[in-house]
């Protein structure tokens, strides 16, 4: 029998094509912006490049019988209320950011880790009136894409496949290989708690609002 959409093969091509589409996009947006606007062309390159890869799976989910509304609202009994999995993932999406803050301040104690990080600040220094489209960019783009791929997905694939805690390792850990090295250890947990709040509430709302209200929080933490 052929495997069920969306398999895990389906998945990665899918990922795979978003993260390329976002480096060329925010390529041709820098180079007929130039540097001065930056962060106004990864803001628009990341934000098309969602739009597109969510619409270009979604087109090739629906030949296949899956439907939008069951990635939104994955079908199965829920563990707990949908009310309940939005407080939760706002709460986890704050207390994930202060745990992150923490963890980059023990990150400078790592001398090399440290150099990385003032060197990542020094650049941001230098964009400091962009910090909108930067914002734009991280609470809105990047959590609705990133959700619906990774978590509406990914994680359901997985879970389809294996049904127990590796899921949820494996998808977490597939999700902090998308962003930067030294973000691995928060973005991991920020995983596992989008994971486990789409699992329990069987609605991919709870992993939203966690991620952007991280997200939102760091941003904020930062300035």
Request: proline share 5%; net charge positive.
């Amino acid at each position: 029998q052929p495997i069920p959409a969306p398999s895990l093969l389906h998945v990665t091509v899918g990922i795979a094509f978003l993260v390329e589409f976002t480096g060329v996009a925010i390529g041709i947006a820098s180079a007929v912006g130039g540097p001065s606007s930056l962060w106004l062309a990864r803001a628009l390159g990341y934000g098309l490049a969602g739009a597109v890869g969510c619409i270009v799976m979604q087109v090739f989910l629906n030949g296949r019988g899956v439907r939008l509304a069951e990635i939104v609202r994955w079908p199965g009994r829920a563990r707990f209320k949908l009310p309940t999995g939005l407080l939760l993932g706002a709460g986890a999406g704050l207390g994930l950011a202060l745990l992150a803050a923490g963890y980059m301040v023990l990150l400078r104690l790592v001398p090399a880790a440290r150099e990385s990080l003032d060197e990542a600040a020094k650049i941001a220094g230098s964009y400091e009136g962009q910090k909108g489209w930067i914002f734009l960019m991280a609470v809105i783009f990047a959590p609705l894409a990133e959700e619906y791929f990774f978590r509406g997905l990914l994680f359901r694939t997985l879970d389809r496949e294996l049904g127990d805690w590796r899921a949820l390792v494996l998808s977490a850990a597939f999700f902090a290989i998308f962003h930067p090295p030294l973000a691995w250890v928060p973005v991991a947990g920020v995983g596992l708690a989008t994971a486990w709040l789409f699992r329990g509430t069987r609605h991919l709302l709870p992993s939203v609002v966690c991620h952007v209200v991280y997200n939102a929080s760091l941003l904020l933490l930062s300035d």
